[in-house]
């Protein structure tokens, strides 16, 4: 009985520590705290930026050529309802990339800055960094999480059509 009893604790104890690790790990879009608060934004605003890299032969040899296209948009009340409920509806993974992030050579980058004011202090902005790869970086992790989303950049293209 002591060594059965022994077995149960020490599996209870492995899925216990399974679950814990899978909880750090998977961010549900929900626990993202600033996001509840965009219905309450004064404004919200998101960059485009496109980045296109070539390759050109400059007669001593290789060179890379990049061209930057920015396009902004400030959203409406139905867009900011929409870009909530696509980040609360999805879940993110926390990785260990840390502050730093490689890019693919053609990519869009998304910058989505939101402000708020509560009428009597300094007014307060929010800042969602989204690579090309599907990696945001919010302030409140302080690191990258991966979006466990394939077809996010379609969906935020979708929501900025309607500007």
């Given at each position: 009985m002591g060594k059965r009893k022994k077995l149960i604790i020490t599996i209870a104890a492995l899925l216990i520590i399974a679950v814990?690790?899978?909880?750090?790990?998977?961010?549900?879009?929900?626990?993202?705290?600033e996001i509840a608060d965009l219905r309450t934004a004064d404004w919200v605003q998101v960059r485009q930026t496109t980045v296109t890299q070539t390759l050109a032969d400059d007669g001593t040899g290789m060179r890379v050529d990049s061209a930057f296209t920015h396009t902004e948009y400030v959203l409406n009340a139905e867009q900011i309802e929409m870009l909530k409920a696509f980040i609360l509806d999805n879940s993110f993974t926390r990785t260990f990339r840390g502050r730093t992030l490689i890019t693919p050579v053609s990519s869009n980058r998304f910058t989505i800055t939101a402000g708020f004011s509560d009428g009597v202090g300094p007014s307060s902005v929010l800042?969602?960094?989204?690579?090309?790869?599907?990696?945001?970086?919010?302030d409140q992790f302080r690191s990258w999480i991966r979006i466990n989303n394939p077809d996010?950049?379609?969906?935020?293209?979708?929501?900025?059509?309607?500007s």
């Amino acid at each position: 009985m002591g060594k059965r009893k022994k077995l149960i604790i020490t599996i209870a104890a492995l899925l216990i520590i399974a679950v814990a690790v899978f909880a750090y790990f998977r961010i549900p879009g929900r626990a993202i705290n600033e996001i509840a608060d965009l219905r309450t934004a004064d404004w919200v605003q998101v960059r485009q930026t496109t980045v296109t890299q070539t390759l050109a032969d400059d007669g001593t040899g290789m060179r890379v050529d990049s061209a930057f296209t920015h396009t902004e948009y400030v959203l409406n009340a139905e867009q900011i309802e929409m870009l909530k409920a696509f980040i609360l509806d999805n879940s993110f993974t926390r990785t260990f990339r840390g502050r730093t992030l490689i890019t693919p050579v053609s990519s869009n980058r998304f910058t989505i800055t939101a402000g708020f004011s509560d009428g009597v202090g300094p007014s307060s902005v929010l800042y969602i960094d989204i690579a090309s790869n599907g990696y945001f970086m919010l302030d409140q992790f302080r690191s990258w999480i991966r979006i466990n989303n394939p077809d996010w950049e379609a969906e935020i293209l979708k929501i900025l059509e309607f500007s």
